[in-house]
């Protein structure tokens, strides 16, 4: 059984969207600290900030969290987030797996985001993509 903060967090990010980002200061602590590939931010107004401009131009965005491991303050989570963004991939749907690495106390503090940016982003952009996708299958060879 996961504590309430992690059911919490949980429950917001699996229905996030562009309208209820003001859910984000039901989960965080004023001075969190949020990390993923592309920033690292200070602070819940700053955050909630970030997912809006993130959120701004997708179509939609949802997270399905799968695994929890949870000890003494600290979790880690696997994830599945399903997005669709008008400007990548053609509008299309494209599913990204990934994990967070929380610490917490009442609400989380440290939120740091693990994810293969070019399953993310890269491998959906048109020239890029192609030369990303092109050095897989050489990998694989």
Request: negative net charge; charged residues 25%.
């Given at each position: 059984?996961?504590?309430?903060?992690l059911?919490?967090?949980?429950?917001?990010?699996?229905s996030?969207?562009?309208?209820?980002?003001?859910?984000?200061?039901?989960?965080?602590?004023?001075?969190?600290?949020?990390?993923?590939?592309?920033?690292?931010?200070?602070?819940?107004?700053?955050?909630?900030?970030?997912?809006?401009?993130l959120?701004?131009n997708?179509?939609?965005?949802?997270?399905?969290?799968?695994?929890?491991?949870?000890?003494e303050?600290?979790?880690?989570?696997?994830?599945?987030?399903?997005y669709?963004?008008?400007?990548?991939n053609?509008?299309?749907?494209?599913i990204?797996?990934?994990?967070?690495?929380l610490?917490?106390?009442?609400?989380?503090?440290?939120?740091?985001?693990?994810?293969?940016?070019?399953?993310?982003?890269?491998?959906?952009?048109?020239?890029?993509?192609?030369?990303?996708?092109?050095?897989?299958?050489?990998?694989?060879?």
């Amino acid at each position: 059984m996961n504590s309430p903060v992690l059911t919490n967090f949980c429950r917001v990010y699996q229905s996030l969207s562009v309208d209820n980002l003001n859910q984000l200061h039901e989960v965080y602590s004023k001075d969190v600290e949020f990390v993923d590939a592309v920033d690292a931010i200070h602070g819940i107004d700053a955050v909630t900030e970030y997912f809006g401009h993130l959120y701004q131009n997708m179509k939609y965005c949802h997270f399905l969290i799968d695994n929890i491991v949870e000890q003494e303050g600290r979790a880690c989570l696997t994830w599945r987030m399903e997005y669709a963004h008008h400007k990548i991939n053609s509008g299309k749907k494209i599913i990204v797996e990934g994990s967070s690495f929380l610490k917490f106390t009442d609400k989380i503090d440290y939120h740091r985001d693990y994810v293969d940016m070019g399953q993310m982003l890269y491998e959906h952009l048109p020239v890029i993509g192609r030369v990303i996708k092109g050095i897989k299958n050489k990998v694989k060879a």
